[in-house]
């Protein structure tokens, strides 16, 4: 009895080994994350070589490299102004989209007049960038690579997935808010 008591005791001490983690199926080694990466670089590559050659076929304007990786042409200057719109301000403007090929997505007629709130409401990237470059009473013409307009996403109407855009933006007046005034 002895035997078959200490025979159960080491059965018992060896087999509760504890419980042994389930290994996942599939081991991911973060090369879908890398090829994405490459994947937008070089999307990001080809959109800029348009934009540049667009930018070569223009003789007629001078354009600027905004830091946010958009490129501009003003249509209207105001040079008495030197105040340019600040988070917070209230901004009234008007904006047209048209893709790079100059057709019209949306026209001013159809988006209207817009109060924004600089930086506290929601519009694509390249716009919210935009609208703190023009002084009151400016317009330009911007080029967006398709990352500062709708993206990936598109806007699930009229703009495309990966569609780089032209937008004319107009700051009519510019309400500058008591914090920014400080």
């Known amino acids: 009895m002895k035997y078959v008591s200490s025979a159960i005791a080491l059965v018992l001490l060896f087999a509760c080994g504890g419980p042994e983690p389930r290994r996942p199926v599939k081991a991911r080694s973060g090369s879908f994350f890398k090829e994405s990466i490459e994947r937008s670089k070089e999307l990001l590559a080809a959109e800029e070589k348009l934009i540049s050659e667009i930018i070569a076929r223009d003789s007629f304007h001078y354009y600027h490299q905004s830091a946010s990786g958009s490129w501009y042409f003003y249509s209207t200057i105001n040079e008495t102004e030197t105040y340019t719109p600040q988070p ?66 598109g806007d699930n109407d009229k703009i495309g997935v990966n569609e780089p855009l032209k937008a004319t933006v107009s700051v009519l007046k510019v309400e500058k808010l008591r914090d920014s005034l400080e």
Do not use: W
């Open 88 to 153: 917070g301000d209230l901004v009234t403007m008007t904006y047209s989209i048209q893709s790079l090929e100059n057709d019209t997505i949306y026209s001013t007629e159809e988006i209207g007049l817009v109060r924004y709130l600089v930086d506290k409401e929601e519009l694509f990237p390249g716009l919210r960038n935009s609208i703190k470059l023009l002084k009151e009473r400016e317009t330009a013409t911007f080029l967006y690579p398709s990352s500062l307009a709708y993206g990936y996403h």
